[in-house]
């Protein structure tokens, strides 16, 4: 779907550009809603051209500019599709922490929005770079009520959400179920719902409301859905029957025919963030009304009550959708790190439509311990990209800034489009990774307490129940996690924890930094209602002769990511340090179980010696090799490895400059 272009630059940059290819998805044929070729797909033809027009979309733009997609309905499970896109949800009904996918259903929805694209495992998603906000309104398939349903709309909007996918079908729009749609709407979030999968006449709520779409459901030959509802409030028809997307087991399943409408519903929110990300100046309103006037009709000429105004068509979207005149887009993550006391720099293109750049007029603002910005431009290389060189700061200190230029027709374009409201902004310090474990190997953890039946630690690939995950939270690097005893699928109590406490204790980590942060993603389920367990997290800094709490953490349902910095705790000292992850099951009645993965440990300095890149005092043989690996290897890009003290000239490439700086140094004689 993508190839590189590499560019002649300083930085050796590769850009994507798109071509239109079918991406390497292996399951990307089963997706007859994306591209029907008229493929049989679950044992029925297809007609060619019965779909979204998805390569046409992505030939156009597939994905830059960050959108947020709340899925409001029965929760949603992390998948190797999209749990690294899967932001801290919220629940209105139970456990306002408890976002798990309870029916099973919304876990479909999802891949159809967002899973990962063109990355050779299951299947392509419409925008598979958006962000995923789950919100749980329904205990259950439908233990929920209308109220629920709107408070989680509400959240939703306060939270971020750019488009609001409601799952959910009610047949009595209740005033406080109105409210939080107009709420949506005044807020300037596109909100899409399902008609209804009931076959009937009447189109449920909230879909029935004039500011919400309203969707029904196609088949793969282009009729109507036999479960899809019909009437008057029906504004666009999309794929929904026979649809295979992803599924709560961490594999791939076809949703049942009654939610029909809740699949074609998450296909036109799959393309509205799609269009919200190509033109980000657009409001829902007009997104809205885009979908609709693009729509491939279909039945009745023009509009009628079964397919409105017709199957949603994300190529004809975008070539009706006027993106900005001018927008910056991301080549280069924008960095959140930045080295002190020296100057660094990334790349952005600035792009657009009818309108070129104003010579010098591309900007960047910056303040760091000032209420006042600063101003500097930004040298252009070729084809629309540009540098931007952040000043040098002191360490410690955080510098925030915005882009901003003028286009030839007179528009204005700032990155982030709500700037100053809004900020990018980046802490200076050099950071250098001790130890990094995703736990595919064993790296010399220490397992205490427990035994094969009563929740001992365990590395595996684990076997998801609704109490622990079914994978770990590295997708697309590995499979193995540590988690609190082994499940075979047959129930969630078998293997968990028994009474305890089980500890899980990292190596010893020998201290030579001023500070050091400690990241890692955890997940901890108790289903204890006011007599809870927990999961404790602890550091020593003696080897493990005492301990200090870092966090104590009640039932998250979900990979959290969490990391401290050792200098949040001066009253432990010592340079042996440890972590330990503990917990126990200290009611007979309560599932508790827990899981961690993906633990690094990273020293904070504010100086570093140039060529010493293990930063063991001495320019020597050792960092003569890494200088070697840094100068031929693709790691002489990575700002926060040893590389960086190699780069004796910042211009985040180690070459024959830097080289001969690193013998100067290693014989300044």
Not at 306 to 313: E, L, N, P
Not at 466 to 486: E, L, N, W
Not at 501 to 526: G, K, M, T
């Amino acid at each position: 779907m993508s190839v590189q272009l590499c560019i002649s630059l300083v930085s050796g940059l590769c850009v994507l550009v798109g071509t239109g290819a079918t991406p390497d998805d292996p399951d990307f044929p089963f997706q007859w809603g994306l591209s029907n070729t008229g493929q049989t797909v679950n044992g029925q033809p297809g007609t060619a051209g019965a779909d979204v027009r998805a390569l046409e979309a992505w030939d156009i733009h597939s994905g830059t500019s960050p959108v947020v997609v709340a899925v409001i309905g029965r929760g949603v499970d992390p998948h190797p599709e999209f749990a690294d896109k899967l932001l801290e949800g919220h629940a209105t009904v139970g456990d306002p922490f408890d976002t798990l996918d309870s029916c099973p259903h919304d876990t479909h929805l999802a891949g159809i929005i967002a899973a990962a694209t063109d990355n050779g495992i299951g299947i392509a998603g419409l925008n598979g770079r958006a962000w995923l906000l789950p919100v749980r309104v329904l205990d259950g398939c439908a233990g929920g009520t209308e109220l629920s349903a709107a408070e989680g709309i509400r959240w939703a909007v306060d939270h971020g959400a750019d488009v609001i996918l409601a799952a959910v079908q009610f047949y009595d729009g209740t005033e406080a179920l109105a409210e939080a749609v107009e709420y949506a709407a005044s807020h300037n979030t596109v909100v899409i719902a399902p008609v209804g999968s009931t076959g009937s006449s009447e189109v449920a709520f909230p879909a029935a409301f004039e500011t919400c779409l309203a969707v029904s459901a196609t088949t793969n030959q282009d009729t109507v859905s036999e479960a899809s509802n019909r009437g008057l409030e029906v504004d666009l028809a999309a794929p929904g029957q026979d649809i295979w997307s992803t599924w709560t087991d961490g594999g791939y399943a076809y949703q049942q025919p009654a939610r029909d409408t809740a699949s074609a519903s998450a296909f036109v929110a799959g393309v509205a963030a799609l269009l919200r990300s190509y033109a980000p100046q657009l409001s829902a309103s007009t997104v809205s009304q885009i979908l609709i006037d693009s729509a491939d009709d279909l039945g009745t000429p023009g509009w009628d009550m079964h397919f409105g105004a017709g199957r949603v068509s994300a190529g004809r979207a975008l070539e009706t959708a006027a993106p900005p005149a001018l927008r910056f887009e991301p080549v280069e993550s924008f960095p959140t790190v930045i080295p002190p006391g020296v100057t660094s720099s990334f790349v952005v293109r600035i792009a657009g439509e009818g309108e070129r750049v104003v010579p010098n007029s591309a900007s960047l603002f910056f303040r760091s311990d000032t209420p006042k910005f600063s101003l500097r431009s930004l040298f252009e290389l070729d084809r629309g990209l540009f540098v931007v060189e952040l000043p040098a700061v002191a360490c410690e200190s955080t510098l925030e800034y915005f882009l901003a230029a003028n286009g030839t027709g007179g528009t204005p374009v700032t990155d982030p489009l709500d700037a100053p409201a809004r900020l990018h902004s980046a802490r200076a310090i050099h950071t250098e990774i001790l130890f990094d474990d995703d736990f595919e190997e064993d790296q010399g953890w220490e397992i205490v307490g427990g035994d094969d039946t009563s929740g001992r630690w365990t590395r595996v690939a684990p076997i998801g129940t609704s109490a622990q995950p079914g994978y770990d939270y590295s997708p697309d690097a590995g499979r193995f996690c540590f988690v609190t005893g082994q499940h075979s699928g047959d129930n969630d109590g078998y293997n968990d924890v028994d009474g305890g406490p089980v500890r899980l204790l990292s190596p010893i980590f020998e201290l030579d930094a001023p500070d050091v942060e400690v990241s890692y993603a955890r997940w901890f389920h108790c289903s204890g209602v006011g007599q809870e367990d927990f999961l404790t997290v602890e550091l020593s800094r003696n080897g493990g002769a005492t301990w200090a709490t870092v966090e104590t953490v009640a039932t998250t349902h979900a990979w959290v990511q969490h990391s401290f910095r050792l200098s949040e705790f001066p009253e432990v000292t010592g340079d042996q340090l440890r972590v330990r992850f503990s917990t126990a099951d200290s009611h007979s009645d309560s599932l508790t179980e827990a899981a961690v993965d993906e633990f690094e440990v990273c020293a904070l300095r504010c100086s570093v010696t140039p060529g010493d890149s293990n930063q063991d005092g001495a320019v020597d043989p050792t960092d003569f090799g890494r200088m070697f690996d840094c100068w031929t290897g693709p790691a002489q890009q990575s700002q926060g490895d040893s590389c960086a003290t190699l780069d004796f000239d910042r211009d985040y490439h180690v070459d024959m400059v830097d080289y001969r700086n690193f013998q100067i140094a290693f014989d300044p004689k």
